[in-house]
């Protein structure tokens, strides 16, 4: 079966990802493209060859019927787009991260997925699939570490930016571990002034996570993460995981893996990595669609326990104590953070 898909919105790098991807997958091809911007949506469509353009995503929806669309947009529209996409009976959708902004919206969306159940939705967090990436979170699952211990990821930007990916890298690496605390400290207020992206979140932060297994992890992201990347604050995504017998190390741009003393190791380069990776996980979109027992690991339901997560760091940076995991947060965290880290930032 060849799959129809489809894009909504086509600002930034990650929109020309999804349709770059397509030359790396079989079962599946773009038909349609949605944006409000003319100009951009015939410069998109002319330079990925779509024909079907549209300036309305529901029109676009009910017309071309869809199997899979590719939602790139702000955060602040994704429950729209996941009504639209429910009454016009498109079966899956794949969403731009971060899920949400706020305890408003999160609450929304977990009531939302409740009663909508039919609908397949997963979360862009490409790097999960990435070759390299995938090699070593299943050394990591068929016990290559021994009993884990410890996980430390980071990432240069903040965590609307690119703290959920390594968020999300502790989930694919620790995939069976329930997070059960959390006691976090977060700075700097620039990253919550407003803007037409919507990613909202302090400059920096720093968290431990305890699991239920006696795991813990610690997250650290912004400028005073580990740089071990390429020019840019963008470049530094990383991972590093502890056992018993060893570690594993990942970076955007080289890998290592140390078991009972014997080292393993080597360079790649993180775009040729990322458009397999993009492509690998389209793909485990389909097999989803064609399977429901093929439940996709990016799918809704753990992304939605990974943004917990964030609104736990959020609480418990303003409440200056552990919280326990699930947190039923207090709403508009970020408007308090605004509050306390501005007032904060005129102090210094």
Not at 79 to 98: C, M, Q, S, T
Not at 308 to 330: C, E, F, H, K, M
Request: proline share 5%.
């Amino acid at each position: 079966m060849t799959f129809r898909t489809a894009i909504i919105g086509v600002s930034g790098g990650r929109a020309r990802g999804h349709a770059e991807a397509y030359a790396h997958i079989d079962d599946g091809h773009l038909v349609a493209v949605s944006t409000r911007n003319a100009e951009k949506l015939e410069a998109f469509g002319e330079t990925y060859g779509i024909a079907a353009r549209y300036t309305d995503y529901r029109q676009m929806l009910a017309e071309e019927q869809p199997d899979l669309v590719h939602v790139n947009t702000p955060p602040d529209v994704r429950l729209e787009i996941f009504a639209a996409a429910a009454e016009a009976g498109v079966p899956a959708l794949l969403v731009e991260k971060p899920l949400a902004i706020d305890t408003q919206d999160y609450a929304a969306m977990c009531n939302w997925a409740e009663q909508n159940s039919g609908i397949k939705i997963a979360i862009n967090h490409q790097l999960h699939f990435q070759p390299r990436r995938m090699q070593l979170q299943d050394r990591v699952r068929d016990g290559a570490l021994g009993e884990l211990r410890f996980i430390d990821a980071s990432a240069g930007l903040n965590l609307a930016y690119q703290g959920t990916h390594a968020l999300q890298a502790i989930g694919a690496f620790h995939p069976h571990g329930v997070p059960q605390r959390v006691f976090a400290q977060v700075s700097g207020a620039d990253g919550l002034v407003d803007t037409p992206r919507k990613h909202f979140a302090p400059d920096a932060c720093l968290a431990s996570i305890d699991f239920d297994d006696g795991v813990s992890a610690r997250l650290q992201c912004g400028p005073q993460a580990p740089q071990i990347g390429r020019d840019g604050l963008h470049t530094h995504k990383r991972i590093a995981v502890y056992g018993t017998r060893g570690f594993v190390h990942w970076w955007m741009w080289g890998w290592e893996l140390v078991i009972d003393g014997v080292r393993e190791g080597g360079a790649h380069e993180y775009p040729e990595q990322d458009i397999l990776g993009q492509a690998a996980m389209t793909q485990a979109m389909f097999r989803w669609l064609a399977d429901d027992a093929a439940v996709h690991p990016l799918s809704l339901r753990n992304s939605l326990r990974d943004f917990n997560v964030v609104l736990g760091i959020y609480s418990s940076a303003l409440q200056r104590q552990v919280v326990d995991l699930p947190v039923a947060p207090t709403a508009d965290l970020i408007g308090l953070l605004r509050v306390v880290l501005s007032q904060t930032d005129s102090n210094d």
